[in-house]
């Protein structure tokens, strides 16, 4: 089945300093690709949507000046937290979803998640 | 507001029994519905799926029932084996987005022990 890889799987770092999280699909393309967050005990976020080649789009609440995506190519999403905080803290999570080339409608994908990003902001 | 529902947090469930997870959901916008599993420290596995126009979807041990005049979906999981024990969270999507994906909503999830 697809694979969807994200690096690094830890990490800890102190306030005020930013952290990138790659996220790849690993045999397939994904046009789109979606960040989650998950804090103990509740249910995955969806921060917002990336889309290769475009901006992203942000869920309601979500700052994007904060959260900085760059879905650079067809494999590669990348999730930046700048002057990142203690309450940043939690479970980052990608997904990405198998369907065709922008543009081209189709019934519903599958999505396929990757492992998450633990973060911890001292 | 918490469009997708899981109101119990936790279950367990003798080994070889019927497992019932319940999910209930508020916007009839909703048109396609997903279970998945989640093991710690790990991204959820997709598990089974069901359209709206659908009411039953059976995928060996799993089956998935959709009531859309309660707004109400549970996945049934039988028998139940000890690999079963995870945290299942449903998901629900409305529609086709621009380009061709669907936002997923999920719910709180509940966490299933099955008890050798």
């Known amino acids: 089945g697809a694979v969807v890889s994200q690096h690094p799987s830890w990490v800890i770092c102190k306030s005020g300093t930013s952290v990138k999280i790659e996220c790849r699909s690993l045999?397939?393309?994904?046009?789109?690709m979606f960040w989650y967050r998950q804090f103990p005990k509740q249910s995955l976020m969806l921060m917002a949507t990336?889309?290769?080649?475009?901006?992203?789009?942000?869920e309601q609440g979500v700052e994007k000046d904060k959260f900085l995506i760059n879905h650079a190519s067809l494999t590669l999403s990348t999730l930046t937290v700048t002057s990142a905080h203690p309450e940043d803290s939690s479970f980052y999570i990608c997904?990405?979803?198998?369907?065709?080339?922008?543009?081209?409608?189709?019934?519903?994908?599958?999505?396929?998640f990757g492992p998450g990003t633990r973060l911890t902001v001292l | 507001d918490q469009q997708v529902k899981q109101n119990s947090p936790s279950l367990s469930v003798q080994e070889g029994r019927i497992s019932i997870l319940n999910c209930d959901y508020t916007?009839?916008?909703?048109?396609?519905f997903l279970w998945y599993k989640k093991y710690p420290a790990e991204g959820p596995t997709f598990l089974i799926s069901?359209?709206?126009?659908?009411d039953k979807n059976e995928d060996g041990r799993f089956t998935v029932f959709l009531n859309k005049s309660a707004k109400h979906l549970s996945l049934h999981i039988v028998p139940s084996q000890p690999g079963d024990s995870a945290v299942y969270f449903c998901?629900?999507?409305?529609?086709?987005?621009?380009?061709?994906?669907?936002?997923?909503?999920f719910g709180t999830g509940t966490r299933l022990t099955i008890i050798p």
């Open positions: 990336s889309n290769e080649g475009s901006k992203a789009t942000y």
């Open positions: 997904s990405a979803d198998t369907s065709g080339l922008a543009g081209v409608v189709v019934s519903y994908n599958e999505q396929f």
């Open positions: 045999d397939f393309q994904a046009t789109t």
């Open positions: 916007n009839s916008m909703f048109d396609y």
């Open positions: 069901i359209s709206s126009i659908k």
């Open positions: 998901a629900a999507s409305a529609g086709i987005s621009n380009f061709g994906n669907e936002k997923l909503t």
